[in-house]
């Protein structure tokens, strides 16, 4: 598949990032979706063949796209956009022109861990690519309020908590999201790449 973004960044490397491809991409998002650190994702317990319909419904939204991040070619996080206006999160704020919506799920940490700057150099390049590459204004983040660690991350990355909120419950094909307490969290444009 064809990248549509690449960055480098220095003492980091290059991130990429790319569609999705539900089939080729299977094995290592079933595997990221359905662990036990991946819990507000809402797909644990779902099977790979699951998973997979889940997304390869997903290639067929105009609202809704889900990408593989590369760091130096090798899997690094799940990154899904989305138009708020017609997502759920969109009944619960006043959605502006140019907002884009966010949900981020990082690799798991290989042996070593995670080299501190790690997470900050990947979401500079998925910053770089919702806000510069797709021409956005602003991107909105819902994680779930015990998500202290996701919330943690975004407020460094220059995120400015909103209201906590509760998402509508959904049914998707062959998913239930069930109702959620959500931390909204928002980046403009101007405060991510000033000047």
Wanted: glycine share 8%; proline share 7%.
């Amino acid at each position: 598949m064809t990248d549509l973004h690449e960055q480098h960044i220095d003492g980091y490397g290059t991130v990429r990032v790319r569609p999705l491809d539900p089939e080729a991409d299977a094995d290592v998002i079933h595997a990221w979706v359905s662990g036990e650190r991946a819990v507000f994702w809402g797909m644990n317990g779902l099977t790979k063949a699951q998973v997979t319909e889940i997304y390869a419904h997903m290639a067929t939204l105009d609202t809704h796209h889900a990408y593989l991040v590369t760091k130096d070619r090798e899997p690094a996080a799940l990154l899904q956009t989305y138009e708020p206006a017609a997502d759920r999160v969109g009944e619960c704020y006043e959605v502006r022109p140019g907002d884009l919506g966010v949900h981020l799920l990082l690799a798991p940490a290989g042996a070593e861990g995670l080299r501190p700057g790690w997470t900050t150099a990947l979401l500079t390049a998925i910053t770089s690519y919702a806000l510069l590459t797709l021409d956005r204004r602003r991107i909105v983040v819902d994680p779930d309020v015990r998500n202290t660690k996701a919330i943690t991350r975004f407020e460094h990355q220059g995120f400015r908590r909103g209201p906590v909120v509760v998402l509508p419950e959904v049914d998707l094909p062959d998913v239930h999201l069930p109702r959620k307490r959500a931390q909204l969290a928002f980046l403009d444009r101007e405060v991510a790449f000033p000047g």
